[in-house]
């Protein structure tokens, strides 16, 4: 499974709690001016170096806080996050302080429509979640006969006992907002203003309804949003929640067109009203979405300091220190944020720094006490989604297609979940059900992920025709990347990754390399080792892979890689423990990549 990014991270609810200083809704953000103002995305207004070596220390300490695992392989980092290692650790870590009790204390007490947000988004919410569920147009399964059955079972199940969990639980919502906030930032006001922002005060009765972004269809949200604009151009908390679900429709459809969008709409906000901490979490939040992380963290910190009970910005923050490689500043930042705003958010982003540093059974139990404590079906699609993409890691397709199954019951268009059905599907030995699947996938979201997955199983079925179509897949991730970039995105990443199997071998070690360049992640580590590989340079290569497989990440591709490597360069011994290694995690990775790795182990063991 491709590594798990930003990108698909839900941003259920609207940051913002006020903080104490904050002032409430209706003293809050807009003020009245000129009409006319031009609002992006209307009508036809839509916009579509060789680096350093690594260090020679880098196989056990990536210079960015990853600790070294004696003996350890395997680690990830960025685009999604992690890649990992032999087994996990014996003993269960500590979880950031508070966690486990607070999703205690969640499954047993929070409601939909909770005050602290821990449910549905709060008053005054704009844009972050749910609206990524609400707006995916229904397609590849309904209620009908293409139910896969144990999808339908668990929809039956969650829909009988939604009314009655939301009634019994609604009552104590309230107090677990005061035990959990101390009450002020709970019941303090749902307002986005902040005191001496200059802007003259402009009545709420324009504006779109609270929430409206989180609760409803994401396009009319922004129809909505767009109206009220023209009746009210200086309304700067409306411009930042446009510019957000602007970064959500392009995240959620596939569209990086979006994003110039999001951006000229982020900027007018920060225009009416400079240092808004709305406008400057979205600003990150698109950043992060552009892969640009520097600048995601650069924005993050701003926000916080405008506003430390930011949940966009904390979340982003976090992100952005995973991509970057930064694993102890991001197992900090998740520390900050479970005491600032402990909640789905929060609790996926701590499992996964856990993840990374090859702690699998910590990530698995914040995330199944966060499965227990979610409510909407956006959280309960992502977090059952996260738990699907661990058990595939660990090679127990079983477990994984369960949790995708619940997953699809929330929310039957959640890509991720269909990706990841049809992943541990091939793994599981059920290819046709996975091309099948794939396909459906590919004609509504062609993303590099889910093209290159079904491409390689073209591939690896080899019937008539297969190689031919394997090779339109791959066109494709070109022309995404294309469209990626005309958007803002930093694409290298995805592009080395697709090239270096399937596509220019040159261009895959320039993307890499530039890549690296920016960033010192456990993914880009990989993807800059298996370039040079591909293109010859296997000594170069090793230090690479030695240091994507430092953290404890378990990830059977970066393991595969760095023992093919190890072949090239006449480790023979280190080679086939860390080909075994691969297979023995997670013998279905890859298609091609797993049948690969047991020829080399084949030949390996025959040569002693």
Same mark, same amino acid.
């Given at each position: 499974?491709?590594?798990?990014?930003?990108?698909?991270?839900?941003?259920r609810?609207?940051?913002?709690?006020?903080?104490?200083?904050?002032?409430?809704?209706?003293?809050?953000?807009? /003020?009245?001016?000129?009409?006319?103002?031009?609002?992006?995305?209307?009508?036809?207004?839509?916009?579509?170096?060789?680096?350093?070596?690594?260090?020679?220390?880098?196989?056990?300490?990536?210079?960015?806080?990853?600790?070294?695992?004696?003996?350890?392989?395997?680690?990830?980092?960025?685009?999604?996050?992690?890649?990992?290692?032999?087994?996990?650790?014996?003993?269960?870590?500590?979880?950031?302080?508070?966690?486990?009790?607070?999703?205690?204390?969640?499954s047993?007490?929070?409601?939909?429509?909770?005050?602290?947000?821990?449910?549905?988004?709060?008053?005054?919410n704009?844009?972050?979640?749910?609206?990524?569920?609400?707006?995916?147009?229904?397609?590849?399964?309904?209620?009908?006969?293409?139910?896969?059955?144990?999808? =339908?079972?668990?929809?039956?199940?969650?829909? /009988?006992?939604?009314?009655?969990?939301?009634?019994?639980?609604?009552?104590?919502a309230?107090?677990?907002?005061?035990?959990?906030?101390g009450?002020?930032?709970?019941?303090?006001?749902?307002?986005?203003g902040?005191?001496?922002?200059?802007?003259?005060?402009?009545?709420?009765?324009?504006?779109?309804?609270?929430?409206?972004?989180?609760?409803?269809?994401?396009?009319?949200?922004?129809?909505?949003?767009?109206?009220h604009l023209?009746?009210?151009?200086?309304?700067?908390?409306?411009?930042?929640?446009?510019?957000?679900?602007?970064?959500?429709?392009?995240?959620?459809?596939?569209?990086?067109?979006?994003?110039?969008?999001?951006?000229?709409?982020?900027?007018?906000?920060?225009?009416?009203?400079?240092?808004?901490?709305?406008?400057?979490?979205g600003?990150?939040?698109?950043?992060?979405?552009?892969?640009?992380?520097?600048?995601?963290?650069?924005?993050?910190?701003?926000?916080?300091?405008?506003n430390?009970y930011?949940?966009?910005?904390?979340?982003?923050?976090?992100?952005?220190?995973?991509?970057?490689?930064?694993?102890?500043?991001?197992?900090?930042?998740?520390?900050t944020?479970?005491?600032?705003?402990?909640?789905?958010?929060?609790?996926?982003?701590?499992?996964?720094?856990?993840?990374?540093?090859?702690?699998?059974?910590t990530?698995?139990?914040?995330?199944?006490r966060?499965?227990?404590?979610?409510?909407?079906?956006g959280?309960?699609?992502?977090?059952?989604?996260?738990?699907?993409?661990?058990?595939?890691?660990?090679?127990?397709?079983?477990?994984?297609?369960?949790?995708? =199954?619940?997953?699809?019951?929330?929310?039957?268009d959640?890509?991720?979940a269909?990706?990841?059905?049809?992943?541990?599907?091939?793994?599981?030995?059920?290819?046709?059900?996975?091309?099948?699947?794939?396909?459906q996938?590919?004609?509504?979201?062609?993303?590099?992920?889910?093209?290159?997955?079904?491409?390689?199983?073209?591939?690896?079925?080899?019937?008539?025709?297969?190689?031919?179509?394997?090779?339109?897949?791959?066109?494709?991730?070109?022309?995404?990347t294309?469209?990626?970039?005309? /958007?803002?995105?930093?694409?290298?990443?995805?592009?080395?990754?697709?090239?270096?199997?399937?596509?220019?071998?040159?261009?895959?070690?320039?993307?890499?390399?530039?890549?690296w360049n920016?960033?010192?992640s456990?993914?880009?580590a990989?993807?800059?080792?298996?370039?040079l590989?591909?293109?010859?340079?296997?000594?170069?290569?090793?230090?690479?892979?030695?240091?994507?497989?430092?953290?404890?990440?378990?990830?059977?591709?970066?393991?595969?890689?760095?023992?093919i490597?190890e072949?090239?360069?006449?480790?023979?011994?280190?080679?086939?423990?860390?080909?075994?290694?691969?297979?023995?995690?997670?013998?279905?990775?890859?298609?091609?990549?797993a049948?690969?790795?047991?020829?080399?182990?084949?030949?390996?063991e025959?040569?002693?």
């Amino acid at each position: 499974m491709p590594p798990r990014t930003t990108d698909s991270a839900p941003e259920r609810r609207d940051d913002d709690h006020p903080h104490p200083d904050q002032e409430t809704a209706g003293e809050s953000s807009a /003020g009245r001016g000129p009409q006319g103002a031009s609002i992006p995305g209307e009508g036809a207004a839509a916009e579509t170096g060789d680096g350093a070596s690594p260090d020679p220390a880098d196989g056990a300490e990536d210079g960015h806080g990853a600790h070294p695992v004696p003996g350890a392989v395997g680690t990830s980092g960025a685009d999604a996050p992690g890649t990992g290692a032999r087994a996990a650790h014996g003993t269960r870590a500590e979880s950031a302080p508070g966690t486990h009790d607070r999703l205690r204390a969640e499954s047993q007490t929070s409601a939909e429509g909770g005050p602290d947000g821990h449910g549905s988004p709060p008053p005054g919410n704009e844009g972050c979640a749910d609206a990524e569920t609400a707006s995916r147009p229904h397609a590849l399964s309904g209620d009908g006969a293409g139910v896969e059955p144990r999808v =339908a079972a668990l929809r039956r199940a969650a829909d /009988g006992g939604r009314r009655w969990r939301a009634a019994h639980l609604a009552g104590c919502a309230a107090l677990l907002a005061v035990a959990l906030t101390g009450g002020a930032i709970a019941f303090g006001g749902v307002g986005d203003g902040r005191a001496g922002s200059g802007a003259e005060a402009v009545s709420a009765a324009g504006a779109p309804p609270a929430g409206v972004l989180a609760r409803g269809d994401l396009d009319a949200g922004i129809g909505s949003l767009q109206k009220h604009l023209r009746a009210q151009p200086r309304d700067f908390g409306s411009w930042a929640t446009l510019g957000v679900a602007y970064v959500e429709q392009a995240r959620t459809q596939g569209d990086p067109s979006r994003y110039p969008q999001a951006e000229r709409a982020l900027k007018r906000s920060l225009e009416l009203d400079p240092g808004n901490d709305q406008a400057l979490a979205g600003r990150a939040a698109l950043a992060a979405a552009r892969h640009d992380f520097t600048g995601a963290l650069k924005d993050a910190d701003r926000a916080l300091k405008q506003n430390p009970y930011s949940e966009r910005a904390l979340c982003t923050r976090i992100d952005a220190l995973v991509e970057l490689g930064r694993y102890e500043d991001a197992a900090e930042a998740a520390r900050t944020a479970d005491d600032r705003r402990p909640g789905v958010p929060v609790f996926t982003r701590y499992a996964y720094v856990k993840e990374l540093r090859g702690d699998v059974r910590t990530a698995r139990d914040v995330l199944e006490r966060a499965l227990e404590a979610a409510n909407a079906p956006g959280d309960i699609a992502y977090v059952a989604t996260a738990l699907g993409q661990l058990a595939w890691n660990q090679g127990e397709y079983e477990t994984a297609l369960d949790h995708y =199954a619940r997953a699809l019951a929330a929310d039957e268009d959640y890509l991720p979940a269909l990706e990841g059905r049809a992943r541990a599907q091939a793994a599981n030995g059920d290819r046709a059900a996975a091309v099948e699947r794939l396909e459906q996938v590919v004609a509504r979201f062609p993303l590099p992920g889910p093209l290159v997955a079904l491409g390689e199983l073209y591939e690896d079925r080899g019937a008539d025709g297969d190689r031919a179509k394997a090779g339109d897949q791959y066109a494709l991730v070109d022309a995404w990347t294309s469209l990626a970039r005309a /958007g803002g995105v930093n694409a290298d990443l995805d592009s080395a990754m697709a090239a270096a199997d399937h596509g220019d071998k040159k261009e895959a070690l320039r993307a890499a390399r530039a890549e690296w360049n920016r960033r010192h992640s456990v993914h880009t580590a990989d993807a800059l080792a298996w370039a040079l590989h591909v293109n010859g340079r296997d000594e170069e290569a090793l230090p690479y892979a030695r240091r994507a497989t430092a953290t404890g990440y378990r990830n059977a591709g970066f393991l595969y890689h760095r023992g093919i490597i190890e072949r090239a360069t006449g480790n023979d011994r280190e080679a086939r423990g860390h080909l075994k290694a691969a297979l023995d995690l997670n013998p279905g990775f890859s298609p091609l990549g797993a049948r690969e790795a047991r020829t080399a182990l084949k030949d390996l063991e025959g040569a002693r």
